[in-house]
């Protein structure tokens, strides 16, 4: 049973999908250095593409992503035009450089694109990028807006994997988050892409939700654990209102205290491990077969802005409204809203507007903290412990969370849930960086 630690489970800390996370981006980051980064892209570079559809055809309470309502079709079709010229632009500072290997599509709802509009822009991607190259690629799902045309329609694009937003099938729980899809849907669904040769399937799923129990949570796990996606994320619901004014319908005093919360990740954890999941990190699981789980048996698994993943390019190419890109020396992203995005595009130039540049110590200490989320042990090299943050190794020693052995750092069992708030630990960038809580040894 992991131990319950109020002073570390109520402190904030990214999720570091990136490092420096998204708090650490600046406004003095866009459009040259992102320029700068394309060109510098050497021949042959293994190429990731992610594309950013902020559009939904529901909009459903818990969300904090950058979506809108799809609404009327001329806004998708302005949409679409601006991320066809982005894809020119970029593909021009490449200037065939580069080898695709995969393609992520997210948002938003990438299925609140007309079908034929989605073949056209993975034939166009690869077509362009591919260089006669068959790159994985995924697609989130809203199951809600899924028909028997998109499961063909992802079949004929050679899609390889699919990810559902099923957060719970709790009729009450769907209800208070806005979000109605019945456990039939989602059974649907399924049959649809087996039946066409998609296998590989993700579910997303919440804890922390309004109304949630641990007996709620299992009676999805239940349906889950039958229907046996190849992957499952347990994410914990996130409720800022201040940030993401849709969530303000949901009901405050039905969401589950942090100690529920815990005890609900802790529950979700047991029984996919226990039903032959294999964890990843903190809050993914993969199928013993799935590549993601064979990566962490070899120590490959990575993470990046879709989570933990087995993608070993260090290039990913953001395209999009709010998408991000990563390379080596600097992670920029494109401007937030749409419209902005449009402007941007239709004036001929790049739509980087925020980011950072990495200097040699970001990139080590992005590596460490990496490590430390994916392999769960690090090698700390002495240049980056100070006296602050030995003091906080010490005592994250004490409480029994990660174990030292010279100059390698491990996290036990018991700390996987604290990996973050270790990883924190050698955020530079993290403000006011101190042990802020005293509690005793654990037994």
């Known amino acids: 049973m992991w131990p319950y630690l109020p002073e570390l489970i109520e402190r904030p800390v990214p999720r570091y999908t990136s490092y420096p996370p998204a708090t650490a981006f600046r406004g003095d980051v866009g459009v040259d250095d992102q320029q700068r980064a394309l ?235 226990a039903e032959g999941y294999v964890p990843i990190g903190f809050d993914h699981f993969a199928l013993p077969g799935d590549p993601l789980a064979m990566a962490a048996s070899k120590g490959q698994v990575r993470r990046n802005f879709q989570g933990f993943t087995e993608d070993q390019s260090d290039v990913l190419i953001g395209l999009g409204a709010s998408a991000i890109s990563l390379f080596p020396g600097a992670i920029i992203q494109n401007e937030k809203n749409p419209g902005t995005y449009r402007d941007c595009i239709s004036d001929g130039r790049l739509a980087g507007a925020r980011g950072v540049r990495l200097a040699l110590e970001d990139q080590r200490r992005g590596v460490l903290i990496e490590q430390l989320l994916c392999q769960l042990k690090a090698r700390v090299d002495s240049d980056l412990v100070d006296p602050q943050l030995e003091d906080m190794l010490t005592h994250f020693v004490s409480l029994g969370l990660v174990e030292r052995a010279g100059d390698v750092l491990s996290i036990t069992d018991q700390g996987r849930p604290y990996a973050r708030n270790v990883a924190a630990a050698f955020d530079r960038h993290a403000a006011g960086q101190k042990i802020p809580f005293r509690v005793g040894k654990l037994s």
């Open 39 to 273: 060109n510098a892209v050497a021949a042959g570079t293994p190429l990731s593409l992610y594309l950013h559809i902020p559009y939904c055809q529901q909009i459903c309470w818990y969300c904090g992503c950058n979506t809108g309502a799809a609404g009327r079709t001329q806004r998708l079709t302005a949409y679409l035009a601006a991320l066809e010229a982005e894809i020119s632009l970029v593909a021009k500072l490449l200037g065939g450089r580069g080898k695709l290997r995969r393609i992520a599509f997210g948002g938003g709802s990438p299925n609140a694109l007309a079908p034929i509009d989605f073949v056209r822009i993975v034939d166009r991607l690869v077509t362009i990028f591919g260089a006669g190259a068959t790159p994985d690629i995924s697609v989130e799902i809203d199951p809600r807006a899924f028909t028997r045309e998109w499961a063909m329609t992802l079949s004929i694009a050679q899609v390889t994997r699919v990810s559902f937003g099923v957060q719970s099938f709790d009729p009450d729980i769907q209800a208070a988050i806005g979000r109605i899809q019945p456990v039939d849907m989602i059974d649907t669904c399924m049959a649809s892409l087996r039946a066409r040769g998609i296998t590989a399937v993700n579910f997303d799923l919440m804890y922390g939700l309004p109304f949630q129990t641990i007996e709620k949570l299992d009676a999805t796990l239940d349906e889950v654990v039958r229907m046996r996606p190849s992957r499952i994320a347990l994410f914990g619901y996130a409720h800022v209102p201040q940030m993401f004014p849709r969530q303000r319908r949901i009901d405050v005093s039905a969401l589950p205290n942090a100690e529920q919360r815990f005890a609900q990740a802790a529950h979700g954890y047991d029984r996919l491990v």
